[in-house]
């Protein structure tokens, strides 16, 4: 359980909640070495939210939107290839959406 990034033991879990902070599903916590899209995929939740939903989920989840049609994820710029002001407008409105869910997080 041991994680190099944070140079010590850690747990990782997922949290989803809806558009009032109302925690929906919170799976048992894995070793904090599992990367979070793995994590996922191991819950295998998605099969379950219906296509009219949509999930606002961070970077750390890249490939959902593969999984689910109606996902959105803020795009990663380069140094090669930075974000267009359009973009950087577009990663703000899902930051604002997703904070509900660290507010959640918070409230635990």
């Known amino acids: ?9 850690t ?3 997922l949290i989803m909640t809806d ?3 109302q925690i929906g599903f919170i799976p048992m916590s894995k070793n904090g070495r ?3 899209k793995r994590l996922l ?3 295998d939740i998605i099969r379950h939210i219906p296509p009219e ?6 970077t750390g989840f ?3 939107d593969k999984q689910h049609p109606n996902t959105q994820i803020p795009k990663k710029g380069t140094r090669k290839r930075p974000l267009s002001p359009e973009q950087k407008q577009e990663n703000k ?11 959640a997080i918070a409230s635990l």
């Open 1 to 9: 359980m041991y994680s190099g990034k944070k140079r010590q033991t």
């Open 11 to 13: 747990r990782k879990g």
């Open 19 to 21: 558009e009032k902070r």
């Open 34 to 36: 599992r990367h979070d």
């Open 41 to 43: 995929d191991k819950v």
């Open 53 to 58: 939903v949509t999930i606002w989920a961070d």
């Open 62 to 64: 890249q490939g959902i």
């Open 93 to 103: 409105i899902i930051s604002g959406i997703r904070i509900t869910v660290e507010h």
